[in-house]
């Protein structure tokens, strides 16, 4: 099932399938390790939802929900 980064829930896990920001977002977030076919899982959110932090590769990451909604995720239920 296809989902945005900001739509997963604590605990999911997916594989990011596509970016859509512009180019110097999308190339910082590569260098995060945000990268397409790469397992991620939704840590936590704040109170308020914003931010959200991911771990990828090991390491937890937090985004802006903005951001968040520009990438999608395969999640595996």
């Known amino acids: ?13 997916g594989i990011i399938t596509k970016i859509n920001l512009d180019d110097n977002q999308y190339f910082r977030l590569l260098n995060l390790g945000f990268q397409p076919k790469m397992k991620i899982k939704c840590c936590f959110k704040s109170p308020f939802g914003d931010p959200i932090a991911y771990q990828v590769k090991g390491t937890i990451l937090a ?3 903005e951001m968040a909604q520009n990438i999608e995720a395969e999640v595996y239920e």
């Open 1 to 13: 099932m296809q989902k945005l980064l900001s739509e997963l829930n604590p605990n999911e896990v």
């Open 63 to 65: 985004i802006r929900c």
